[in-house]
């Protein structure tokens, strides 16, 4: 049987484990220490000048304490792209806030700025004025930023920018993370770099920063004993994952030029074929790290639908994945507003991740070629 080929796997090379043994070597086994401030230091000279980084424990952690940032809290509403992945909206929940659900627009696949500003005005008109908008560059596609962050200023409404699959893509040359109010970044163990597990939240401000570290140790007020006035939560990044951290930031540039070339394969295999379409930037504006090489199969077109690839690819042991099922059709958000045209859904329906690790090996994507021309030529 051949070797599985993963949809994106954790992908080490550069000084990790270096990292990792200085911080047993010197006894920072802790959420706080050198590789911490190391890692967000390295983060904030990546993604620019202005950027103020806190590192936590989870890209989840970071749309939370975002939230709170935003002054988010119970009965408000706030509004969320909903072809994403859960963890873009459970926050929402976590602070007694409502979610609203914006369609995709068919370009880059994320937040549709017209059904956004059209959700606004109703609300508004409904006496409930939104309280923040989280957007997602969705697979690392930059979303149509300049819009997005026009009706976030015309509204003055805070804008959270979930670039979770985003590291390391730009629009119009300025790094993802930094359009909004805050941006968020996750190093799970399937992102473009991975310390296990882990997130960072970027701030335009060091006081916001500092807030953020404030709330993810516990909210312990300055005293000799502990003292609090504020709810707390031990949402701080531990010094052991942060060294993985400093160890993958000397790879990242190099991780995002394998997924482009990925991105590349995958357009060449297709691009004679009618009825199957790579997802590729819109214009020279965009620059996506490509972390998912995804396509939209036209059934009618091509004669099989994308689960008919998806379980050829399985018989190949090549793993693929529906794209994320928007979040207005999940049982748990159903029941919250959503605008939009039902672009999202159809994309749901058409689309198929490709396997897109910066480490897919040169025999991988000859293995996965011929599982795709397989079905293609049945
Ligand atoms: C991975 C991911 C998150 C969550 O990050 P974690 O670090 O896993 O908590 C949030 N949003 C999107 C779009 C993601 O892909």
Redesign the pocket.
């Known amino acids: 049987m051949n070797e599985k080929i993963w949809l994106s796997s954790p992908h080490m090379g550069g000084g990790e484990e270096k990292y990792v043994k200085e911080a047993f070597e010197t006894n920072w086994v802790a959420p706080l220490g050198p590789n911490v401030n190391g890692f967000e230091e390295d983060l904030e000279n990546y993604i620019g000048e202005q950027s103020n980084v806190a590192c936590l424990a989870?890209?989840?952690s970071a749309?939370h304490l975002a939230l709170i940032l935003s002054n988010v809290g119970l009965n408000d509403e706030v509004i969320c792209q909903s072809m994403?992945?859960s963890?873009?909206a459970n926050p929402i929940r976590y602070q007694g806030a409502n979610p609203i659900f914006i369609d995709s627009e068919k370009d880059t696949w994320n937040m549709c700025p017209i059904a956004l500003e059209e959700a606004i005005k109703d609300k508004i008109a409904k006496g409930n004025k939104p309280k923040a908008i989280i957007v997602?560059h969705l697979y690392g596609m930059p979303a149509k930023m300049d819009q997005i962050v026009n009706v976030s200023k015309k509204y003055e409404i805070s804008l959270i920018e979930?670039a979770?699959?985003a590291l390391g893509s730009t629009y119009k040359g300025q790094k993802c993370g930094t359009f909004g109010d805050f941006g968020i970044l996750?190093?799970?163990g399937n992102?473009i770099i991975t310390t296990s597990?882990?997130?960072a939240l970027v701030c335009n401000t060091l006081d916001d920063k500092k807030k953020a570290i404030f709330l993810s140790t516990q909210a312990r007020d300055n005293a000799p004993h502990y003292q609090h006035s504020h709810v707390g939560y031990n949402y701080r990044m531990s010094n052991i994952v942060a060294g993985i951290g400093r160890g993958q930031m000397e790879v990242l540039d190099k991780h995002v030029g394998f997924r482009r070339s990925n991105n590349q394969f995958y357009q060449n295999i297709f691009e004679s074929i009618e009825g199957i379409t790579v997802l590729k930037e819109p214009s020279k504006n965009y620059f996506s790290n490509h972390w998912l090489s995804s396509i939209i199969i036209d059934e009618n077109t091509v004669g099989f639908s994308r689960e008919d690839l998806r379980l050829s690819l399985l018989e190949e042991s090549i793993e693929s994945r529906p794209l994320w099922k928007p979040m207005h059709l999940q049982p748990i958000f159903n029941k919250y507003d959503y605008y939009g045209s039902h672009v999202a859904e159809k994309l749901f329906n058409d689309g198929l991740c490709l396997p897109s690790g910066s480490n897919l090996t040169e025999m991988d994507k000859e293995r996965i070629e011929k599982a795709i021309n397989k079905l293609i030529k049945k």
């Open positions: 989870s890209g989840t749309i994403t992945f963890a873009s997602v979930d979770a699959e996750s190093f799970n992102k597990g882990g997130g």
